[in-house]
């Protein structure tokens, strides 16, 4: 009974109305930021400034519009700058700068203006260039800020553009191959969109892609016909007959040479004189083992030459097979060497995905499709492939003259007269 007692007592108590006390928040007054300056970049500015000494402080602010919407940016105590990007245009831009504090009051305002260097698209479509390539076009602009952004790869169709690729970029001199067209007369059209939701003017192109098919193997070695090249053989498991087996993935096939032998060159024999436009070269994998395609001594980087005919009185002039980065200790490179009669075909350095911070997947799917690379499109027609290691998985120059590579692959048009 002393307990209902007690519960009668308190429940009037409850039922009292609570007393509420509301802060109030004084006003803060603050001036505008005094110590700043402008610096205009492509398509934006980046505001530098000086914080005054502030315990209060907690951002600073920026208001202002693009594209006739309104936009708000904001920058930590911890920074000096704050940065407005994404205008499409070169006129005076106004915006309002404002300190804010821990209680989300602002500061009095400050009013800037200011003109945005050429936006980055737009730099990209003045700079555009196209050219007829094997199965498509070749493509080259310049993004001289670095800024990711789409380029959109249109075909017309029946008098409408449909788009074909969109290929995203940061590279600021940008070559890249739109690939995959039949070699009959097409209309292409490219242009360039940034994350901001700008989009350039469209640029067209018609013309007829070169013919391109891939090259036929087996190849044929020819690494006993040439001076200074590697001729070992790690185990009979690994010749370089397997380079062009059509083997490729997790398998543990390919072509690997023995450790501390002489030479960082092999040559072969396509066995027909084709104008090369690309290749593809997979790693020698491990059944199973993703990470082995930037491991077992992998080629990452090469240069490679090639030619048509070889003339046999230069066969047995060995110092004109001297290649002047990895001739033998000792040896003198004659003036006059292969490399005056052959094409070049490029160095080719191997994208390293492992050192990009790429998934395994991505890596492992690298190593099941391989590492496509560009040959210049201005070569010559070759037939024979001089190929000089320079890099393995290992470092550069290959330690021991020790290398691998599992599989490669040529496209082009062999229909040489």
């Not at 788009?163 to 690939?179: G, Q």
């Not at 080629?299 to 002039?317: C, R, V």
């Not at 024979?384 to 890099?391: C, L």
Request: glycine content about 6%; proline content about 7%.
């Amino acid at each position: 009974m002393k307990i209902r007692y007690l519960s009668l007592l308190i429940l009037p108590l409850l039922l009292l109305p609570a007393c509420k006390t509301e802060e109030v928040v004084e006003p803060w007054k603050s001036n505008a930021l005094e110590q700043y300056t402008l610096t205009p970049i492509p398509g934006g500015v980046t505001i530098e400034y000086v914080l005054p000494n502030d315990q209060e402080l907690l951002y600073i602010l920026a208001e202002y519009e693009r594209g006739g919407k309104p936009f708000t940016e904001k920058s930590s105590i911890y920074k000096n700058e704050i940065v407005l990007e994404g205008f499409n245009t070169t006129e005076n831009v106004e915006a309002t700068i404002y300190k804010v504090n821990k209680k989300e009051q602002k500061s009095e305002p400050l009013k800037i203006n200011f003109n945005p260097l050429t936006p980055p698209i737009q730099v990209a479509y003045e700079s555009l260039d196209i050219m007829t390539a094997f199965g498509g076009i070749l493509a080259t602009w310049i993004n001289i800020s670095q800024t990711e952004f789409g380029v959109r790869l249109m075909t017309e169709v029946d008098g409408e553009l449909e788009t074909s690729e969109v290929y995203f970029t940061t590279i600021p001199e940008e070559r890249h191959y739109f690939r995959g067209f039949p070699d009959v007369l097409t209309t292409f059209a490219i242009s360039f969109e940034d994350k901001w939701g700008n989009i350039s003017d469209t640029v067209r192109y018609t013309t007829t892609p070169y013919f391109e098919k891939e090259i036929e193997k087996p190849f044929l070695d020819y690494r006993l016909h040439i001076p200074y090249d590697n001729i070992s053989l790690y185990s009979t498991r690994f010749p370089i007959e397997n380079m062009w087996d059509g083997i490729v993935g997790f398998v543990n096939n390919g072509y690997m040479v023995q450790s501390g032998e002489p030479g960082l060159s092999f040559t072969f024999d396509l066995r027909k004189v084709a104008k090369l436009s690309r290749m593809i070269v997979w790693p020698r994998l491990q059944i199973d083992q993703w990470w082995t395609v930037y491991r077992n001594a992998n080629i990452m980087s090469f240069e490679m030459w090639g030619i048509d005919k070889i003339d046999p009185a230069t066969l047995a002039n060995r110092d004109y097979w001297l290649d002047d980065v990895s001739a033998p200790p000792g040896k003198v490179v004659p003036a006059y060497t292969f490399k005056d009669d052959w094409t070049y075909l490029g160095l080719h350095n191997i994208e390293r995905l492992d050192k990009l911070g790429a998934s395994s997947s991505d890596i492992r799917q690298r190593g099941i499709d391989g590492h496509m690379l560009d040959i210049p499109i201005e070569a010559d027609p070759v037939r024979y492939i001089r190929i000089f290691v320079r890099e393995n998985t290992d470092g550069s120059p290959p330690p021991n003259n020790f290398y691998s590579i599992g599989e490669i692959s040529f496209f082009g048009d062999d229909r040489i007269e």
